[in-house]
């Protein structure tokens, strides 16, 4: 497909469609008699760019209906103080979304931040459990960039089915969940895109780079690497396939040699500009030849991209500013795969609703008897399993992990020693398919798509069942 000009995707018009779509929703939410969606935002220190973050999404917030609230805290709170704060607002009834603004100071686990948080109340979908739903091609909170390329390629009607697609970055909140959302099954409970996705990195070969842009349908750079060390203008003209759909999701400030000012430009040489500025360029580029992406070579790699424009080769492509990041900075954007919950029976299209999820659904299996999850006890348990489970090993079967029975009594022992008497029963079965009325412990092996291992474990404490989630990342 040749192009005379790409068309340019306004995310700043989408935004607008999809705010009035989530408007519509929430008030017929409200007016069915429910409570009106609340967010509480958590808000730590005083990082300019977060505050312009927090800003926009109550913003969004307010535009739809949606009651919102900031919670300011230093910089030097404590992480203890931190996991207290968003266990209270976890039972907090008044609360429906609940997220921590990213990132977080030096001395705080941004890991341990977002799994404190009750999968049904991850605004964010950071949580552990929405990403491994997400990977298990089930219904989750997908996080915000990710749904907004999503949104893009489905209102725009960009065809995935079959083709190519390379996405540039493998940011666990953002390249990873759009690979997952394209490469999947477009039959499974969670639809996904159906296609063939490539993942590359920084350290991804630049002529290996470029052969994988030649071959795709569709380019998504999201080249998060750290704030100081982007790459802007990565993806140059001849790196474009002709009719290729091209989403930049990069953010990059520049110094403008014209006018003095700032400017803000993308990961896509969007008007074909290259990067002229020498002290963006770096070295020459026959410094940087055979080099494997290390920045310096990568900036005077694009250095000399050429004055034809992306747009004109391009079939559908968005700039920067005013593309992608206006429908995901916007935080009302469709954040809700798959089929929805039909205990809540919330609005399709309210941020806040996606967010709330019955608690039923997000529940592991369960035994006869129904359980209640207690979040307050999550950041300690975690710690306690890990350490117990770390000096142990386990093993896989078919996808499936499976604990050593050795680890029997240093679980009793862990718990014990954390409840303050013994645990007189632990069983370790195994699992079985479709059927989770009559074990006790299971654990489930996701480590091929997240790296870490999910286990669920049940054990008999005060002679009553309590559920337990433990997550090893």
């Known amino acids: 497909m040749l192009c005379d000009e790409a068309t340019v995707i306004s995310g700043t018009k989408l935004a607008h469609q999809v705010l009035k779509e989530v408007r519509r929703d929430v008030e017929s939410w409200i007016s069915a008699g429910n409570q009106r969606p609340h967010l509480t935002v958590i808000l730590v220190g005083d990082n300019p760019a977060s505050h312009i973050y927090v800003r926009n999404k109550i913003k969004a917030a307010a535009a739809v209906g949606i009651s919102s609230e900031v919670i300011l805290r ?34 705080m686990d941004e890991r341990a931040v977002c799994n404190a948080i009750a999968p049904e109340k991850d605004v964010d979908g950071f949580h552990i459990v929405n990403i491994g739903r997400l990977c298990l091609d089930q219904p989750s909170i997908i996080p915000a960039t990710a749904a907004a390329v999503w949104e893009i390629i489905k209102r725009m009607g960009i065809q995935t089915f079959g083709k190519n697609v390379l996405v540039a970055g493998r940011s666990k909140n953002v390249g990873m969940p759009i690979a997952m959302l394209l490469h999947t099954d477009g039959e499974h409970e969670r639809p996904g895109g159906d296609a063939t996705v490539t ?22 750079v999201a080249a998060v690497v750290v704030v100081t060390n982007r790459i802007p203008k990565l993806i140059t003209t001849d790196m474009v396939k002709e009719g290729a759909a091209v989403i930049d999701v990069g953010i990059n400030h520049i110094h403008d040699p014209v006018t003095g000012k700032t400017k803000l430009i993308g990961d896509v040489d969007f008007e074909g500009e290259g990067l002229r500025d020498q002290h963006l360029c770096g070295e020459s580029k026959d410094k940087a030849v055979d080099k494997h992406l290390p920045v310096t070579a990568l900036r005077a790699y694009v250095g000399c991209g050429g004055n034809k424009k992306v747009k004109k080769k391009a079939a559908f492509i968005t700039p920067v500013p005013g593309g992608c990041l206006c429908l995901a900075s916007s935080g009302i954007v469709p954040r809700s795969s798959g089929q929805q919950s039909q205990a809540s029976n919330r609005p399709v299209g309210c941020l806040a609703s996606r967010a709330v999820h019955s608690q039923a659904e997000w529940r592991a299996p369960q035994c006869e008897e129904k359980l209640e999850v207690d979040y307050t006890e999550q950041p ?24 050593h029975s050795e680890l029997r009594k240093p679980i009793c022992k862990c718990l014990a020693g954390y409840n303050g008497e013994r645990c007189e029963h632990l069983t370790l079965n195994s699992y079985a398919h479709n059927s989770y009325e009559r074990y006790i412990a299971v654990g489930i092996g996701v480590g091929i798509l997240t790296s870490g291992i999910l286990a669920i474990i049940y054990c008999y404490v005060r002679k009553r069942l309590l559920q337990l989630e433990v997550w090893l990342i």
């Open 74 to 107: 230093p910089k030097d709170i404590s992480q203890e103080e931190l996991l207290d704060m968003t266990v209270k607002l976890n039972k907090d009834s008044r609360v429906s979304g609940l997220l921590v603004q990213l990132p977080l100071p030096d001395h």
């Open 199 to 220: 993942i590359t990195h920084r350290y991804t070969p630049k002529e290996q780079l470029k052969i994988h842009t030649q071959l795709a349908d569709i380019v998504i």
């Open 380 to 403: 300690k348990l975690l710690k306690l399993m890990q350490t117990c489970l770390e000096e142990h090993h386990s093993y896989c079967i078919n996808g499936l992990c499976a604990f």
